[in-house]
């Protein structure tokens, strides 16, 4: 089955050049196209896309609010790619506070715009830039701090959180750690648990939030 897109941007010649770059692959399809983020519900309850290649300024509903309501108001929601123009955009990193599971940049070449989509659809690793690891550092919070200091993480956990925050893949922490990716995916699934976190977007906000790793 291929990996379903909807393109969402209120520049129709973005979602044009994205239309042609992903639908040249055979293993990517995109089901529909949305010029505002207030589009966007009906279209994802309709089409039941993977992924969402979502920009984060349109005139009616940024990218940011249409993240938290389908995160909020779809059962098993898509994906979630921000898509947009400068990567330390503020929007950027409240698109990722919000939800979102990764972040392209419009003026990426076709190969990192098609392997965006893969990756956020397999939903295992992120794509988290540095200058978006260093806006969530300076957001650093005392929450963030208090949520990791009570998550009290094991030895293991707490390496697996630092290489989910490099952005690796569960097969990328196994091979580093020298452990199976089954044990991998219940260490993972043990760090959110004990975060609170829906996601791996939401743990690595909270690891560079609260000082756990530092952007560099």
């Given at each position: 089955?291929?990996?379903?897109?909807?393109?969402?941007?209120d520049e129709p010649l973005v979602r044009t050049g994205l239309r042609a770059v992903l639908e040249a692959q055979p293993d990517i399809k995109v089901v529909g196209e949305a010029s505002d983020g207030a589009a966007v519900i009906p279209l994802v309850r309709r089409l039941r896309p993977d992924v969402v290649a979502m920009d984060v300024r349109m005139p009616l509903m940024d990218g940011i609010e249409a993240t938290r309501v389908v995160l909020r108001s779809v059962p098993d929601p898509p994906k979630i790619l921000v898509v947009t123009t400068f990567e330390n955009d503020e929007y950027v990193y409240e698109a990722l506070r919000a939800g979102a599971d990764g972040f392209l940049l419009k003026r990426a070449r076709p190969a990192e715009i098609v392997h965006a989509?893969?990756?956020?659809?397999?939903?295992?690793?992120?794509?988290?830039?540095?200058?978006?690891?260093?806006?969530?550092?300076?957001?650093?919070?005392s929450r963030a701090r208090a949520v990791m200091d009570r998550a009290a993480l094991t030895d293991r956990e707490a390496a697996v959180l630092r290489l989910m925050a490099r952005g690796l893949s569960n097969a990328e922490i196994a091979a580093k750690l020298v452990v199976g990716v089954e044990t991998v995916k219940s260490h993972v699934s043990a760090v959110l648990a004990k975060l609170g976190a829906r996601d791996?977007?939401?743990?690595?906000?909270?690891?560079?939030?609260?000082?756990?790793?530092?952007?560099?």
């Open positions: 089955m291929p990996v379903t897109v909807l393109l969402v941007d989509v893969r990756l956020v659809a397999e939903g295992e690793s992120l794509l988290f830039p540095a200058a978006v690891r260093q806006l969530a550092a300076e957001y650093g919070t791996r977007t939401q743990a690595v906000i909270a690891a560079y939030e609260s000082g756990f790793v530092s952007p560099g």
